[in-house]
């Protein structure tokens, strides 16, 4: 069994994100960037079922600059085996690439590659979307399971039991493969990338493909017009009886 993890290079959760002076978007200058969270889950899982004998291939992608092939070698430092690079010359971040193209560029990877599974991310922290793994399975006509936060595999390769967290408790769900699985962050706790991984993660193949070459349209369809830090809050204050909190919910935050 082949699994395709497509993987998204984004500021580091630590980062306290900027605005940049003309609005135009996020300040990256000097930012310190790194796998998406959600995206580095899907690496462990697939690694995981490598591990048990389910998967014989972990193929990691990732679309942008030339750069963002340091996720691809951190996810292979974890366990991958190879990485391609869709190079592209829109940004990835806010304002870039859109989900819409992006599960395009995806699905000519996956049809090149002919994957048993796609592990990926339930959405990336820049932009948070959650729109490009439910596109992906759109366009490729694939069953679908979002928020996984457990995966079992069939001994025949030939379904996967996804258990979901939903406000309800777990919805259990079954589905024929090849399909596309989103992933949660309760479904395992990515392993720490030692060093002599590391280094071994820099011979394995790392293919680069041009994304005019796929043929696929990744002009923008939307347009941002202004990217602003939300209001400070404001100090509370403290009321002398329950009449003076009902009249300041009333005339000053009108919520009753």
């Known amino acids: 069994?082949?699994?395709?993890?497509?993987?998204?290079?984004?500021?580091?959760?630590?980062?306290?994100?900027?605005?940049?002076?003309?609005?135009?978007?996020?300040?990256?200058?000097?930012?310190?960037?790194?796998?998406?969270?959600?995206?580095?889950?899907?690496?462990?899982?697939?690694?995981?079922?490598?591990?048990?004998?389910?998967?014989?291939?972990?193929?990691?992608?990732?679309?942008g600059p030339a750069v963002a092939q340091d996720v691809l070698r951190t996810s292979m430092a974890i366990g991958a085996d190879r990485g391609i690079l869709i190079t592209t010359?829109?940004?990835?971040?806010?304002?870039?690439?859109?989900?819409?193209?992006?599960?395009?560029?995806?699905?000519?990877?996956?049809?090149?590659?002919?994957?048993?599974?796609?592990?990926?991310?339930?959405?990336?922290?820049?932009d948070d979307s959650n729109q490009t793994g439910q596109m992906l399975a759109a366009l490729l006509n694939w069953p679908q399971a979002t928020f996984a936060s457990k995966i079992d595999?069939?001994?025949?390769?030939?379904?996967?039991?996804?258990?979901?967290?939903?406000?309800?408790?777990?919805?259990?769900?079954?589905?024929?493969?090849?399909?596309?699985?989103?992933t949660d962050l309760r479904l395992n706790t990515p392993r720490y990338a030692s060093l002599p991984n590391i280094m071994k993660a820099k011979?394995?193949?790392?293919?680069?493909?041009?994304?005019?070459?796929?043929g696929v349209d990744t002009s923008p369809r939307l347009k941002m017009v202004g990217l602003t830090d939300p209001p400070k809050r404001a100090g509370g204050i403290k009321v002398a009886s329950v009449d003076e909190l009902i009249a300041k919910l009333k005339t000053d935050a009108k919520v009753i």
Request: glycine share 6%; charged share 25%; hydrophobic share 45%.
């Open 1 to 63: 069994m082949k699994i395709i993890v497509p993987v998204k290079r984004v500021v580091d959760y630590n980062v306290k994100i900027r605005i940049k002076a003309d609005q135009s978007g996020v300040e990256l200058t000097n930012v310190k960037m790194s796998l998406n969270p959600f995206d580095e889950i899907a690496v462990e899982e697939a690694v995981r079922m490598k591990e048990k004998g389910l998967a014989k291939e972990v193929v990691v992608v990732t679309i």
């Open 89 to 126: 010359p829109l940004p990835t971040d806010l304002g870039g690439l859109e989900p819409l193209s992006v599960a395009k560029l995806l699905k000519s990877i996956v049809l090149k590659e002919q994957p048993n599974l796609v592990i990926m991310g339930k959405q990336s922290i820049d």
């Open 203 to 214: 011979q394995k193949p790392l293919e680069t493909i041009d994304s005019g070459s796929l």
């Open 153 to 182: 595999v069939n001994d025949s390769k030939t379904t996967a039991t996804i258990t979901r967290e939903i406000d309800g408790g777990l919805d259990v769900v079954a589905c024929a493969l090849p399909a596309i699985v989103t």
